[in-house]
């Protein structure tokens, strides 16, 4: 994708992001993106032939292998991964989409699950995640309302009442499950497990009524979940185009410690106005980072940002609804990138200006090399959407949300459309 014009005040060149990284930094070493010299080579035959469960497994053990996780906590992510995916996921992948049944909006090639991966900023120290939607068998919103609900239960059955809670999404699903409802989803399930935790999210959609109703679902929920300061929180922060785009809720049965997230859209806004709602939310948000996070990830743009737009995550828990525990902001990659080669170039610019360690690195290289089954170059997917999460202790990490690539890569030129 070609650099936006440099005469442009908002728009600056790669160069310029660089010092505008580093302007404040003790020192002034030079700047260029450390990829490694001998990267793995990608596979040749991009052919899967497997079905939807053994190919999600194979990149689920790859990616666990890659960032160095132990056997046990991998095989939670394969028995989580193998349960959440059911009687569907026996099925054989198409070579190509098959539009005549539920086509997934979990990613941008529309394949049924999603993984990320979060490295904190100061240690490396990692997090695998999958994000899944169990799907239909006929193409219909009511029909994948009824098979995301019936995984939802069994979830619950599977892990039990002390790893499982539905008590408070049991108080807010009739908002996000109406009879009639509109969109692209009903409820998506993701799944994290540590050596001592084992914890299940469920994902919901504000517009399933209609956009128009989207901030009256959004309130009422959290309304609902005692979490009513969070909303004015949010009520006064969102301003122009902003809306609630996800609403997802911790399955813990500790509803002091479950979070409840709400995901905002900011269409049209730039980086700087995005840092300023931040501010908003919680005082102690650094406008700079803000702005040079979009920045590098956008090739050097302050913005406006039109497309696919960026997004802001607020996490809140009833033990403080005053503030967010978490702040987390996100840029599409994939909607706004030539191909994956310019997406790692930029995160790569991005670990240098952060002063990323070595470990984050390499976990972030392993995993791409893990899910790649193509050369970068070829085309654009792989990176689907590059976050930051800021915690209230000030502890920060970055989160990649990486395509399956079921379906094959994006080969459509990017635009400032987005996908």
Excluded at 152 to 180: C, H, M, W
């Amino acid at each position: 994708m070609a650099l936006l014009d440099q005469k442009q005040p908002d728009a600056w060149s790669y160069r310029q992001s660089h010092q505008f990284a580093w302007e404040h930094q003790p020192t002034t070493t030079a700047i260029k993106p450390t990829i490694p010299a001998t990267p793995a080579p990608a596979p040749v035959n991009q052919v899967i032939n497997g079905n939807y469960l053994s190919e999600a497994s194979r990149q689920v053990e790859a990616l666990s292998k890659a960032i160095g996780q132990e056997e046990a906590i991998r095989e939670k992510l394969l028995y989580a991964l193998k349960f959440s995916g059911g009687e569907w996921c026996q099925n054989a992948i198409p070579q190509k989409l098959d539009t005549s049944a539920w086509v997934s909006d979990v990613s941008n090639d529309h394949s049924p699950y999603e993984y990320s991966l979060a490295l904190s900023q100061q240690t490396g120290a990692s997090e695998l995640r999958f994000l899944i939607e169990a799907q239909p068998k006929e193409n219909s919103l009511i029909a994948l309302q009824e098979t995301t609900s019936r995984l939802t239960d069994d979830i619950a059955t599977e892990y039990g009442s002390t790893k499982v809670s539905l008590d408070r999404l049991n108080l807010v699903q009739d908002l996000f499950l109406p009879a009639k409802p509109e969109g692209k989803l009903a409820s998506w399930h993701s799944f994290v497990t540590s050596s001592t935790l084992e914890k299940w999210k469920i994902y919901l959609s504000p517009l399933a009524s209609g956009r128009q109703n989207a901030f009256n679902v959004t309130r009422e929920a959290l309304e609902r979940l005692g979490l009513a300061t969070s909303w004015k929180l949010l009520e006064n922060m969102m301003t122009g185009d902003d809306y609630p785009i996800y609403f997802s809720l911790g399955l813990s049965p500790n509803p002091e410690e479950a979070e409840a997230k709400v995901y905002v859209a900011h269409p049209g806004a730039s980086a700087t106005q995005i840092a300023e709602k931040h501010v908003k939310m919680d005082p102690n948000s650094n406008v700079h980072d803000i702005e040079q996070f979009y920045s590098i990830m956008s090739g050097g743009s302050l913005g406006p940002y039109h497309g696919e737009p960026g997004v802001s995550c607020f996490h809140f828990k009833n033990k403080d609804p005053s503030r967010p525990v978490a702040r987390t902001i996100l840029y599409p990659t994939g909607c706004h990138v030539a191909n994956d080669a310019v997406a790692q170039e930029r995160i790569e610019i991005y670990m240098d200006a952060i002063s990323a360690p070595q470990l984050y690195r390499e976990r972030y290289r392993n995993a791409v090399s893990a899910v790649q089954r193509r050369p970068l170059e070829a085309g654009r997917g792989i990176h689907s959407w590059v976050g930051m999460k800021e915690k209230l202790d000030g502890k920060r990490s970055n989160t990649f949300y990486l395509s399956a690539e079921l379906y094959g890569c994006l080969v459509d030129e990017a635009s400032n459309g987005g996908c």
